[in-house]
């Protein structure tokens, strides 16, 4: 009988895999970096427990485009400064994915706010767009021009906070309990380059980011860099405490229609 591939792999094959998987080269991405500061109240507001707000309610957002052999990439972040215990970093509210199998891998893996969405990353001389968009809503977009080269940064050791978690099948709670993640990167820059613009965020049901308004632009950068990933579990955490926040990681359950709704733009 020939092979029934649904079937269970072998051994040699699962260890092939898991092989490849930890000796991957190094992928470059050209990425958009916009930081600012927000109100304190809703940094303060979009954080589970045991996250807790930094001294400064930063926003970051990242808007790439990564370099697959084949299969390139448009990826995204919009995450704020968070802290757990001792330990600073940043805590993802939504990371748009222009292909599912970035998608699956990170919600299912790290436990990732992933979403299929538009990413987009333009250059026209000094000039630079890039943006991210869901259900035909641009909601965010940075703009401007670049104005210099800025000194290569060190290699640094970056972590991202994120929460996995099983929702339940009767759509009450979960069906395991959920957990913390700490994501660690460590990121190398091949270059880097001043911008001078401006972040415009736009209302979306889906992703209301506009309710962390930019009151103190701190920068904005374009550059190419590249970085590992590895991730670990730190701590169980409160079902009851997380299952407010749930509705982050997903769009309403309630909107029956993937468009944008009637008179957005």
């Given at each position: 009988?020939?092979?029934?591939?649904?079937?269970?792999l072998?051994e040699?094959?699962?260890?092939?895999?898991?092989?490849?998987?930890?000796?991957?080269?190094?992928?470059?991405?050209?990425?958009?970096?916009?930081?600012?500061?927000?109100?304190?109240?809703?940094?303060?507001?979009?954080?589970?427990?045991?996250?807790?707000?930094?001294g400064?309610?930063?926003?970051?957002?990242?808007?790439?485009?990564?370099?697959?052999?084949?299969?390139?990439?448009?990826?995204?972040?919009?995450?704020?400064?968070?802290?757990?215990?001792?330990?600073?970093?940043?805590?993802?509210?939504?990371?748009?994915?222009?292909?599912?199998?970035?998608?699956?891998g990170?919600?299912?893996?790290?436990?990732?706010?992933?979403?299929?969405?538009?990413?987009?990353?333009?250059?026209?001389?000094?000039?630079?767009r890039?943006?991210?968009?869901?259900?035909?809503?641009?909601?965010?977009?940075?703009?401007?021009?670049?104005?210099?080269?800025l000194?290569?940064?060190?290699?640094?050791?970056?972590?991202?906070?994120?929460?996995k978690?099983?929702?339940?099948?009767?759509?009450?709670?979960?069906?395991?309990?959920?957990?913390?993640?700490?994501?660690?990167?460590?990121?190398?820059?091949?270059?880097?380059?001043?911008?001078?613009?401006?972040?415009?965020?736009?209302?979306?049901?889906?992703?209301?980011?506009?309710?962390?308004?930019?009151?103190r632009?701190?920068?904005?950068?374009?550059?190419e860099?590249?970085?590992?990933?590895?991730?670990?579990?730190?701590?169980?955490?409160?079902?009851?405490?997380?299952?407010?926040?749930?509705?982050?990681?997903?769009?309403?359950?309630?909107?029956?229609?993937?468009?944008?709704?009637?008179?957005?733009?």
């Amino acid at each position: 009988m020939a092979r029934v591939r649904y079937g269970a792999l072998g051994e040699a094959e699962i260890v092939a895999a898991r092989t490849a998987s930890s000796h991957l080269p190094d992928i470059w991405s050209t990425g958009v970096v916009a930081l600012w500061e927000t109100d304190p109240d809703a940094v303060a507001a979009v954080l589970p427990p045991p996250l807790k707000p930094t001294g400064r309610p930063l926003v970051r957002v990242n808007v790439s485009t990564v370099d697959l052999p084949g299969y390139p990439l448009g990826a995204g972040s919009f995450a704020v400064a968070a802290a757990h215990g001792d330990v600073d970093g940043w805590y993802p509210l939504v990371m748009p994915m222009t292909h599912e199998r970035a998608l699956t891998g990170g919600r299912e893996v790290f436990g990732e706010p992933k979403k299929l969405g538009e990413v987009t990353v333009e250059r026209d001389g000094s000039a630079v767009r890039a943006a991210l968009a869901r259900h035909g809503i641009v909601f965010v977009e940075v703009r401007g021009a670049v104005t210099g080269e800025l000194p290569l940064p060190e290699p640094t050791r970056k972590t991202d906070f994120y929460f996995k978690f099983l929702p339940a099948v009767d759509g009450s709670g979960f069906d395991a309990g959920p957990v913390l993640v700490h994501c660690v990167r460590h990121e190398k820059v091949r270059r880097l380059e001043r911008v001078t613009g401006e972040v415009v965020l736009r209302e979306s049901v889906y992703d209301p980011v506009a309710d962390l308004p930019v009151r103190r632009l701190l920068g904005i950068t374009v550059g190419e860099k590249t970085s590992d990933q590895r991730g670990r579990v730190v701590e169980r955490v409160d079902p009851q405490s997380l299952l407010p926040y749930v509705h982050q990681r997903y769009d309403d359950p309630r909107q029956i229609h993937d468009g944008p709704p009637e008179g957005s733009a």
